[in-house]
C-alpha cells in the first residue's frame, strides 16, 4: 500500500508521516517513508526546484514507492509537487493508493517557513516555488482532506488516517 501525503511547503506532510511512522511501525514492520526532501538528498545529483526538475523527482518517488509497495511493503509518501496527471499515473498504477491532502493558509505557511520559501518574492530572490511562481495544482480527489491551519496535533490527523483505512486500522488491533 502506498499512502501519498501532498500539500504546499509547511503544510505538514513530513510531520504527518512521521507521526504515522510513530504509531504504525510497532505493528507494521514493513512501514517505510519516502520524503521528498530525502530522496532528493540521496539521488539528487544536479536536480533543480525548477517545474520540470519537480516532476523528475515526482516520478522518481512514484518508481520506488511502486517498486516498494510491489514487494509488501507500506510506504509512506511526502511529496510536494502535485500535478493532476502524476496523482493520476498514482491511481491507475500504485495498488491499494490512498491519497491525503493537507491544506493550509499562506500565512500559516509562511509561520512555518524554515526555509524561506515565502519571504520577499517581489525581489526576484526566491524562484521556483510552488505555490507562489509554479502553480499549485489543488489534488482532485484526495481520499482525504486536512487543513492544517488549526490546532490539531499532527497525531490526531493520523489516528483519524489509520481509522479511514481499514489496513491500518486492524494493523493496529493486532496485539
Known amino acids: 500500500m ?3 501525503v501532498t500539500g504546499l511547503s509547511g503544510s505538514g ?3 504527518l508521516c512521521n507521526a504515522l511512522w510513530e504509531q504504525l511501525k510497532p505493528a507494521l514492520p514493513e512501514l ?3 520524503d521528498g526532501d530525502a530522496v532528493r538528498a540521496v539521488l539528487g545529483g544536479g536536480l533543480g526546484y525548477r517545474e520540470q526538475d519537480r516532476v523528475v523527482q515526482i516520478k ?3 518508481n520506488m514507492a511502486k517498486m516498494l509497495s510491489d514487494q509488501g511493503l507500506t510506504v509512506l509518501v511526502a511529496a510536494l509537487y502535485a500535478s493532476p496527471e502524476l496523482l493520476c499515473w ?3 498504477n ?3 493508493y490512498f491519497e491525503v491532502y493537507l491544506e493550509a493558509s499562506l500565512d500559516t505557511l509562511k509561520s512555518r517557513d524554515r526555509k524561506g520559501l515565502y519571504g520577499d518574492t517581489g525581489s526576484g530572490a526566491v524562484t521556483n516555488v510552488v505555490g507562489v511562481d509554479i502553480k499549485w495544482h489543488i489534488p482532485e480527489a484526495p481520499d482525504i482532506k486536512f487543513k492544517t491551519d488549526g490546532p490539531e496535533a499532527p497525531s490526531v490527523l493520523a489516528e483519524r488516517v489509520i481509522s479511514t483505512i481499514p489496513r491500518l486500522r486492524e494493523a493496529q488491533r493486532v496485539p
Open 2 to 4: 502506498v499512502i501519498w
Open 13 to 15: 506532510k513530513t510531520t
Open 32 to 34: 517505510v517513508i519516502l
Open 60 to 62: 522518481r518517488i512514484q
Open 90 to 92: 498514482n491511481r491507475e
Open 94 to 96: 500504485i495498488d491499494d
